[in-house]
């Protein structure tokens, strides 16, 4: 076993706002490329009957507008300010995709938001299944086991100053 550490996130931006109100949406954010998949997290959403803000762009916006439904949200780019808002009042950050690291995720955390992830790559190292966020398995229907997850998210309570304090925050 080894310890990992996190790339450093600037948690003097990237902090919580407590006297801010979670809402129910789930959020998808950053490069909309193939490998991350945001079209998955969107299907799932939408499959789960949540709303989805999807902030960002790139190549894969054409089967993300393909997953969406009446519940979808696109924001295009947003300014950091407004992605720091966004980590602060969203029910949950989604990262259906593999990624090396992901340093959007711990972003997320440091705003005291919990993380679904795919239960592969740097996800393993960044989300505590149960205590920061929820994994997923990578394996059958990714859709319906993602949207499984986002319901159970979404309705459950979190210890939001844990999830800050595994960011770093």
Not at 76 to 89: K, M
């Amino acid at each position: 076993d080894a310890a990992v550490i996190f790339p450093p996130v600037n948690t003097d931006f990237y902090h919580p706002d407590y006297s801010v109100v979670r809402e129910g949406f789930v959020l998808v954010a950053g490069r909309m490329v193939p490998y991350k998949h945001p079209e998955i997290a969107i299907a799932a959403a939408e499959s789960a009957g949540l709303p989805v803000v999807v902030a960002g762009d790139g190549r894969a916006m054409n089967a993300c507008m393909a997953a969406a439904g009446p519940l979808t949200t696109f924001l295009g780019r947003v300014s950091n300010d407004e992605l720091r808002s966004l980590f602060r009042t969203c029910a949950c950050f989604v990262m259906p995709g593999e990624e090396d690291f992901g340093i959007m995720p711990v972003e997320a955390q440091a705003c005291g938001a919990p993380v679904v992830a795919l239960a592969a790559g740097g996800a393993l190292d960044t989300v505590l299944d149960g205590l920061t966020g929820r994994l997923v398995s990578p394996g059958g229907d990714r859709v319906k086991s993602l949207a499984g997850v986002l319901r159970e998210t979404v309705g459950s309570s979190w210890n939001h100053e844990a999830i800050v304090a595994h960011a770093g925050g």
